[in-house]
């Protein structure tokens, strides 16, 4: 394992794996409780339109697919706002457009020789030093809006008619939580891979909330699985040779799924007990 | 409230209503689905601005009566998160913290309001509960906790009652008669179960897009009211602590 550390490339897929683990397992927390878990696939899926653009107009790739997917994640969120659509259509009609723009755009360019399954799927060989560097200044943004607005962003998860009612700036907080994710989904792709991403927008919060009923601990429980997913993930996929972002997302699932597994027994066995206690009372 | 129209669309929700509502009582707004009863509170609390008409609480716009934080809501059950992973304590400081500034964080102040409004609605030994885990009554004593650690001058309830078993029913509504008699709060309640709640009400309205009727309870259950207020010819039976046939039969 140390002979691994060695090589820059895995090392700078570890940093970048322990930074996106921090920002999933936070941003995953408030998709989950409002209902916007197929938001990250729609946005997911329009950073390959992004991408396309990039390669098209001979631009970095991350940076075309940055601007378009938040500029995708702004016009759904207010289209739903204003109430002309509704999350589910707009990213219905978002997501087929823009894969289907990145389709066409590629086609058009001919641009067949560039590493599309690297894209779609997450290439660890890809992350670069100045990923890591926008991914810790992204971090940092991010850690400084949850931490300003935790509060805030909770009661509008909670209730947003009454949020705003009580003087909390829903519109801006929406659109700042759209951005952040929007660019936390373009981050991921070297690791993870358009495709595969939406996986660790959901997976977070959905195991973090198998084992509590209060907002810390559900993100701590998010945190910690994430981190142990995204970090074994990686030396994983190095060991048996497997592409990266499929190896954590099949961790990821299996780990879940293991963790319900886990929760009914636990869940069942306290049951057990408590019958168990009854009918001694009763005798 | 003077001569109220609100349109939606090309829809008109509300068509001419004029409404009084008194200070420390409980005004109940009753009519079927659809009748522009939700309508009414978003108009009343200054979140929809009438077509034309005016509204004017405490003598002052609704928008700032506001912004000055005296209208505490509970909204209807669809429209919060019923599993929710927050403890009461921290469902209920959610109104607290909404009223500060960036970096301000809760003072003593703010605590002892969220405990003392745990305590008026009968919840403080649940502070440390998870909200998920309670009962559709709990749950709306915790809200009303929220909007009471607000500190409103008028509490506006929006179908409180739906989901509620009779007894949770009856004990929330002793709760209402506890807080416009405690508090020295107004009450502005919208419900469908007019059965229930004109044994609570100060003033009634019957909203069908107009108000049908706008006074104490017993008067608004006339059939002709009820007819144009829910469309249909309703028997209506009232049965509270002071119902003639029970009296009769004991």
Redesign the interface.
Known sequence: MNDLLHFTFFRNALFISIMLSLLYSTLSFFVVLRNMTFLGAGIAHAAFGGVAIGIVLGLPPVYTALVFCVATALIIGRLAQKRVLSYDMGIGIFFAFSMALGAFLIFVKKAYTFDLSGYLFGNILAVKGEDLIVTAVMLVLCAGFIGLFLHRLLFMAFDETNAALSGVPVGVLNGLLMFFLAAVIVLSIKIVGIVLVSALIVLPASFGRLWSHDFRRVLAAGLVYTLCVMVGGLFLSYVINTPSGATIVILGTIVYFAGMGLRAGVGKGARSQAAGATRFNDI | MESVNVRLGHDQVLEDITLQVEQRQIFLIVGPNGGGKTTLLKTI?G?LAPNTGTVAVFDQSPQTV??R?F?G?L?QKG???Q?????VR??V???R???KK??EVLTGKDKRLIEQALLDVDMAEFSRH????LSGGQKQRVLIARALA?EPRILILDEPSTGLDTVAQDSFYQLLLKLRDEQNLTIIMVSHDIGAVSTIGDQIACLKRKIHFHGPPQACMTPENLRKTFGRNIHFLMHDQNCQTCKRRK
């Open positions: 609390m979140v506001r912004r934080g209208f809501y909204p429209q919060y998160a599993d929710f992973p927050a403890l921290d469902v400081a959610m109104t913290f909404a009223q960036w970096l998870p909200f998920a885990t607000k």
